[in-house]
């Protein structure tokens, strides 16, 4: 936006109480750290990527391009210019913006351009992910512009260096459900659960709180979100609706996810309240997590549960990321008739996974890969094809590997992974190691022989019966010993 903008289209924001105008403050400010996160991503893939036409998609400059042509003023650059210049009707002034705005009145008068009305802090950045600016070693901000000036974004060039999208993705990571600020955890939570066989359907009937924490100046608007773990996409987020001021809410409201039981098996429940805020920045309140393998379905009735302080867990720490669905066949040499096969073939269909937890975002674009150790060469490699979006993915995908005999398979090790394809990486989700785990392979000791009780089992079984299909459901494993 053109700083130079006419004064008519300019918002008047003194009707605003303080508390509003703060807030409205406090997301220019992340919206301008993101901006320079952003603006730091977009050098970057111009230096890698060659492509006029892929850049422009990668960058975000098809939407600039296209928002340009369709508005005048861009958003949080009007609010800007607005602060900068306000509009003060007769006998009113509004002081929440005015250090912010009297700063670059200032600034302007000393320089022959505007000075920008946001400053850029310096954060940690655990305060950075919180979307506030850290409490301690604060200084004034006019200190604050002086030091840091060349670390602030001014409206004049926030679009025309940032070329990428500076849309409403920028704000948007503050308006998620993701925590922002500080909310002390305390209260109850009532809930029950049951299963209804014969519309396949888990019913979560959410009655009332109790006693929950202030979120904001005396204000607590809170509301209810379930999830069935792994799954945290969109698909399988329920939410109630939200009660207005209100510590002790009542909700009696029921969400349900169609699911068979079975599948509940390797489920997790995870409940948690959340105050939502006017402008969109949801509070975490506290949250319940139930796993369903152990619950007691007879239990149908409501009951009480202590709201607990998030504790995440790195997904490094995760013994298991999901599991893989496959079967297995060995056919001995000669034993299809007229000598065929001339070698033993070990046939491998891999059926689908389930459950995957992804590194990142909420869904997963996965492939299944194999090796027969110990020939661990791109000869040996054989992969399914890329399933898009989705955390219980079907490949039913057939492999088949020949030139084996039985006493060839004792030695041998059917690796298979699952990884998450990135636009730019791949990143490993967990896998399977099929052997006799001896630990030796020809004689010599190998890491890669490491196979669980479980897994060691299904190897056997496929030396047991050739010819025969041997299916199998195996948890993938994440702490298993590199192959050197």
Same mark, same amino acid.
């Given at each position: ?11 008047d ?13 406090e ?7 993101l901006r ?9 893939l111009r ?8 850049l ?9 391009d296209l928002?340009?042509r ?8 009007l609010?800007?210019a607005?602060?900068r210049?306000k509009?003060?009707?007769?006998d ?6 005015s ?6 009145e200032e600034?302007e008068?000393? +320089? ?7 400053l850029?802090?310096? +954060?940690s ?7 506030r ?9 006019r200190?604050?512009?002086?030091s ?7 409206t004049?060039s926030?679009?025309?260096s ?14 998620s459900?993701n925590?922002?600020g500080?909310v002390?955890v305390r ?14 359907e888990? +019913?979560?009937q959410i ?8 979120a904001?100046?005396q ?14 996409s969109n ?9 207005k ?14 699911m ?16 939502h805020?006017?402008l969109?920045?949801?509070?975490f ?6 796993d369903?393998?152990a619950?007691?379905w ?7 549960f202590n ?14 990321r999901?599991s ?17 096969p001339?070698?033993?073939?070990l046939h491998?269909?891999?059926?689908n996974?389930?459950?995957?937890v992804p590194f990142?975002?909420?869904a997963?674009?996965s492939f299944?890969?194999?090796?027969i150790l110990?020939?661990?060469?791109k ?5 399914t ?14 492999m ?6 039985a ?6 090790c059917a ?11 791949? +990143? ?10 001896t630990g ?8 890669w ?10 190897w ?25």
């Amino acid at each position: 936006m053109d700083p130079d903008t006419d004064r008519d289209s300019l918002l008047d924001l003194s009707f605003l109480t303080e508390e509003e105008q703060s807030a409205i403050a406090e997301v220019l400010r992340r919206d301008s750290q993101l901006r320079l996160l952003e603006e730091g991503r977009i050098s970057k893939l111009r230096e890698s990527v060659s492509d006029p036409s892929w850049l422009k998609t990668l960058s975000g400059d098809w939407f600039c391009d296209l928002r340009s042509r369709r508005h005048n003023h861009f958003g949080s650059d009007l609010v800007r210019a607005s602060i900068r210049r306000k509009k003060k009707p007769k006998d009113m002034r509004s002081d929440s913006f005015s250090s912010l705005s009297s700063e670059t009145e200032e600034g302007e008068g000393q +320089q022959g351009h505007p000075q920008p009305a946001i400053l850029v802090s310096v +954060q940690s950045n655990g305060s950075q992910e919180n979307g506030r600016e850290g409490a301690s070693g604060s200084s004034s901000p006019r200190t604050d512009m002086m030091s840091l000036q060349n670390k602030v974004l001014s409206t004049s060039s926030s679009i025309s260096s940032l070329s990428s999208s500076t849309m409403s993705g920028s704000l948007m990571s503050i308006f998620s459900d993701n925590e922002v600020g500080s909310v002390d955890v305390r209260g109850c939570v009532q809930f029950s659960l049951q299963y209804d066989a014969s519309k396949k359907e888990l +019913q979560v009937q959410i009655i009332q709180c109790r006693d929950l924490a202030e979120a904001r100046k005396q204000r607590t608007d809170p509301y209810i979100k379930t999830y069935l773990l792994p799954d945290k996409s969109n698909q399988g987020k329920r939410k109630t609706a939200i009660k207005k001021r209100c510590k002790d809410p009542i909700f009696n409201e029921m969400l349900k996810y169609k699911m068979d039981k079975a599948e509940l098996q390797g489920r997790i429940l995870n409940l948690s309240v959340w105050h939502h805020d006017s402008l969109g920045r949801n509070l975490f309140m506290g949250e319940v997590e139930i796993d369903l393998k152990a619950w007691e379905w007879s239990n149908t009735g409501p009951q009480w549960f202590n709201l607990q302080p998030r504790m995440p867990v790195s997904p490094d720490a995760l013994p298991s990321r999901g599991s893989l669905n496959l079967a297995l066949k060995f056919i001995s040499p000669g034993s299809q008739g007229g000598g065929l096969p001339p070698t033993g073939e070990l046939h491998i269909w891999v059926k689908n996974a389930q459950n995957l937890v992804p590194f990142k975002g909420s869904a997963a674009d996965s492939f299944v890969q194999c090796y027969i150790l110990p020939d661990d060469s791109k000869a040996s490699r054989q992969k399914t094809r890329t399933v898009k979006k989705s955390l219980s993915p079907i490949f039913n995908h057939t492999m088949v590997y020949d030139g084996f005999q039985a006493k060839d398979l004792a030695e041998a090790c059917a690796e298979f992974t699952i990884w998450d394809h990135d636009t730019f990486s791949k +990143q490993c989700l967990g896998g399977i190691r099929l052997s006799l785990g001896t630990g030796k392979s020809y004689g010599l000791p190998v890491p890669w022989m490491d196979s669980t009780e479980e897994e060691r089992h299904v190897w056997e079984m496929v030396f047991k019966k050739p010819g025969q299909w041997v299916e199998a459901g195996l948890p993938l494993r994440t702490n298993w010993s590199p192959r050197t």
